[in-house]
């Protein structure tokens, strides 16, 4: 019994931050997961740059809902779900991700919490768990479940080191350089012939 576990974001749509940073014309929001590996670091910089620009949920939900999949992505996916389980491992949150996941046919996604206010500020986020990534795939194993795992970026990491079977999709090249023993897909179709050869 095997099952795919896939980032969210860079595998199968684009980064909501950087489309906020876009958006807003904010640099300081470009930096993603691909620059700063620790997330809760991570996190509490974004906050902090929002705060200091006064910005809260709603540039954040016009950021996410003004994105679509990426090139490929609804095909890749089909694809994929005929063939084993899915599951959506993701350091987004529930909160942005809606429109994204209506897009993509509400495939299973475990990701975690804003915590927002009556007027719109982002007070907070609620991670589900520590290492959630590691945890999850851990979990799928404990199930009898053998994992191929689909990332492209740092907090990727725990979640191919702990699957049978870990693969980078598009990377970063610093991600590359630090990590070289993952095999790397370029797109969907690199990344399914991949998958084929491991079912």
Not at 144 to 151: C, D, F, L, Q, R
Request: proline letters at 5%; a negative charge; charged letters at 25%.
């Amino acid at each position: 019994m095997k099952i795919a576990c896939l980032d969210f974001e860079g595998v199968l749509v684009p980064e909501i931050w950087v489309n906020l940073a876009h958006q807003t014309e904010i640099d300081e929001l470009k930096v993603t997961t691909r620059d700063i590996s620790d997330y809760d670091e991570l996190m509490r910089y974004r906050l902090d740059v929002m705060q200091k620009h006064g910005l809260g949920y709603d540039e954040l939900n016009s950021a996410a809902k003004g994105l679509k999949p990426l090139d490929g992505a609804i095909e890749f996916l089909n694809w994929l779900r005929q063939h084993c389980q899915v599951a959506i491992i993701s350091d987004t949150f529930y909160e942005l991700a809606g429109p994204l996941l209506e897009t993509l046919g509400y495939p299973m996604t475990l990701c975690h919490r804003l915590e927002v206010s009556p007027d719109g500020k982002i007070n907070d986020y609620c991670l589900r768990q520590k290492d959630p990534k590691r945890h999850s795939v851990k979990a799928f194993q404990n199930l009898n479940y053998e994992v191929i795992a689909a990332g492209d970026s740092y907090n990727d990491i725990s979640m191919l080191e702990q699957a049978e079977q870990g693969i980078f999709f598009k990377p970063a090249k610093k991600v590359v350089e630090d990590y070289p023993a993952y095999p790397i897909a370029n797109n969907y179709a690199e990344l399914s012939e991949m998958i084929t050869g491991l079912l």
